[in-house]
């Protein structure tokens, strides 16, 4: 552990350019920088939540559920982890009512603005393409109907 020491104050940049692989779909990249980062800091959340989020964008939801669970069974006043479990519970149509509720408790709860919004944009996507039912026929397929 010794060797780590001086890299010690870079533990954010290694779980930042986990997250930034992970954007960029390069999973062998972010695997490496998210372990790196935990062997920095074994005790930070930050690490665990990149590998769930690598999870979530590979739409491995039980993975992910998972992953934000344990985070939050360690800090249960972890918003991000609580967010992205409402996303990667909600984007399964039959939990979708359940993480509906998980991602509105986010929106109303988390302290930083930016899962605030994550987690409203996140409800508004699913009501609009997750548990959408199929509804009346627009108007425009109705006069084509009728022709």
Do not use: F, T
């Given at each position: 552990m010794e060797k780590f020491q001086a890299f010690k104050d870079h533990f954010i940049l290694f779980v930042e350019a986990g997250f930034i692989a992970v954007n960029q779909a390069d999973e062998d990249a972010a695997l490496k920088l998210f372990r790196a980062s935990e062997m920095l800091n074994p005790q930070h959340s930050l690490p665990k939540i990149g590998m769930g989020y690598l999870h979530l964008c590979k739409l491995e939801?039980?993975?992910?559920?998972?992953i934000f669970s344990e985070v939050l069974a360690k800090d249960p006043q972890n918003d991000m982890a609580k967010a992205f479990l409402g996303i990667s519970t909600a984007?399964?149509?039959?939990?979708?009512?359940?993480?509906?509720?998980?991602?509105?408790?986010?929106?109303?709860?988390?302290?930083?603005?930016?899962?605030?919004?994550?987690?409203?944009?996140?409800i508004q996507f699913v009501e609009k393409f997750v548990k959408k039912s199929p509804g009346p026929a627009s108007p425009e397929k109705k006069g084509k109907e009728k022709k």
């Open positions: 939801l039980a993975q992910a559920s998972k984007l399964n149509p039959k939990d979708a009512d359940k993480g509906e509720k998980i991602l509105e408790e986010s929106a109303k709860s988390a302290k930083d603005p930016s899962i605030k919004k994550m987690a409203v944009d996140a």
